[in-house]
């Protein structure tokens, strides 16, 4: 059987933004009980690394605006600040499962053979189709955000489990 773009993206989109939103839930209940949301969102695994709340702003960039880029046939990075609080970041994570939910089958399908430009301004760009941008980049680096923002959740001691990363599977029901 044939799996459809969509099919192979946005289910998977969806878990993972679910997953997300338990682990903004859980960050929030930690920060409340000890140095409070701006020190927990400016945590990194390591000094080279971009924060906590960059981590969770991106998973939003790799998918609300991915949608958004494949219509237009170019995405750039969205340079603005990560926002401060978890509620800013909770509210992204809402907008981003939207996005996923409002594209339809049909769409991504009319667009997944379509040029996809991601560019950097003039400095950096990479030429894709769409199905390739969303499957070889945006996803990659969805996971890759999440994962990090799992891993400084775990450093800092919020306790998380594999359980939490993995979200709502999509389990066969009897």
């Not at 970041?89 to 991601?118: T, Y």
């Amino acid at each position: 059987m044939a799996l459809s773009l969509d099919a192979a993206i946005i289910p998977n989109w969806c878990q993972t933004l679910g997953a997300v939103e338990g682990l903004l839930d859980k960050a929030e209940d930690f920060a409340r009980a000890n140095d409070g949301e701006t020190s927990l969102l400016q945590s990194r695994l390591i000094d080279d690394m971009l924060p906590l709340n960059y981590q969770f702003k991106s998973c939003w960039t790799h998918t609300a605006m991915a949608i958004e880029g494949v219509r237009h046939g170019r995405f750039s990075p969205e340079m603005t600040p990560p926002p401060g609080s978890i509620d800013e970041l909770r509210k992204m994570i809402l907008d981003a499962r939207s996005a996923c939910e409002a594209i339809g089958e049909d769409e991504l399908e009319a667009l997944a053979d379509n040029e996809m430009v991601f560019s950097i301004g003039d400095k950096f760009r990479l030429d894709f189709t769409v199905q390739d941008f969303l499957l070889s980049f945006s996803t990659p680096n969805l996971y890759f955000h999440a994962a990090t923002a799992y891993d400084i959740l775990r450093m800092k001691g919020v306790e998380i489990g594999k359980r939490d990363y993995l979200g709502a599977m999509r389990v066969r029901s009897a």
